[in-house]
């Protein structure tokens, strides 16, 4: 009998291992850095704004997630191949990604942005970007949206991260960035980025640039997209949303 007991409590011990262990919750972030939504600190821990809401989000939505450094431009082949399964990595809600993935309702939004020099008179559009070298983040909506609008009038160098884009802008190898405005505010503020400024928003093209960022899961998989959709509802109707965004913006981004 007590054999029977500890057998049967043994295999009740394991099987709830296993459940944790099936439930964990493996989240995609770019592994390269983009302060201040997520970057390594000194001790090798991943910190940031994405990183704290991605806590947040699976703490409301009651999931054991696990933050996984995936380079981005293999981020959608992991999600697929189930190496991961969720992108939380500023990734824009797009008709083109849509066909591929599904996406949750947005947990926040954020223009592009052209960056250059204080000293260069560049406007966000053809016109003002004629003749210029404008640095874009590859596998970006920023690469696709270039693609389509500047690349008739501009020069367009292609990098794997944002940040060697900034460092060639910094550099003056090239005239301008287009990325986010969010992550562009934190550069110009910086000693680093001190040399530039924001010179405006682009048109939109939500057909390009999307309808803000998203989570995104694997199609089909309507059960954990609905959850996380919970999640960012509920961080953002009990204020925790407003409360991590307030320690790294001076502005709303929901």
Request: charged content about 25%.
């Amino acid at each position: 009998m007590k054999l029977n007991m500890i057998l049967s409590t043994a295999f009740i011990t394991l099987a709830m291992a296993h459940t944790a262990a099936a439930e964990t919750v493996k989240v995609g972030i770019a592994a390269e850095p983009y302060p201040p939504f997520a970057s390594m600190d000194s001790a090798g821990k991943w910190t940031g704004w994405e990183v704290e809401i991605i806590d947040a989000i699976c703490d409301a939505a009651k999931l054991e997630c696990e933050v996984t450094p995936t380079a981005w431009d293999g981020i959608i082949p992991s999600l697929l191949g189930k190496q991961i399964d969720v992108i939380m990595a500023s990734m824009s809600i797009t008709e083109e990604r849509s066909k591929t993935i599904d996406f949750t309702n947005k947990y926040y939004n954020s223009p592009a942005v052209i960056v250059a020099d204080k000293s260069m008179e560049i406007t966000p559009d053809n016109a003002g970007l004629k003749g210029k070298i404008l640095g874009i983040q590859a596998s970006t909506t920023h690469a696709t949206y270039a693609q389509e609008h500047f690349a008739d009038d501009a020069e367009l160098k292609s990098y794997q991260t944002q940040d060697e884009a900034n460092q060639d802008l910094i550099a003056g190898r090239i005239d301008a960035t287009q990325a986010d405005a969010i992550a562009m505010a934190d550069f110009v503020n910086s000693d680093a980025g001190k040399c530039c400024e924001i010179k405006g928003a682009v048109a939109d093209d939500e057909a390009i640039l999307g309808k803000g960022i998203g989570a995104g899961v694997r199609k089909g998989d309507d059960e954990l997209r609905e959850k996380l959709n919970a999640g960012i509802a509920a961080i953002v109707e009990n204020g925790t949303h407003k409360k991590i965004t307030d320690k790294y913006f001076t502005v709303d981004i929901y």
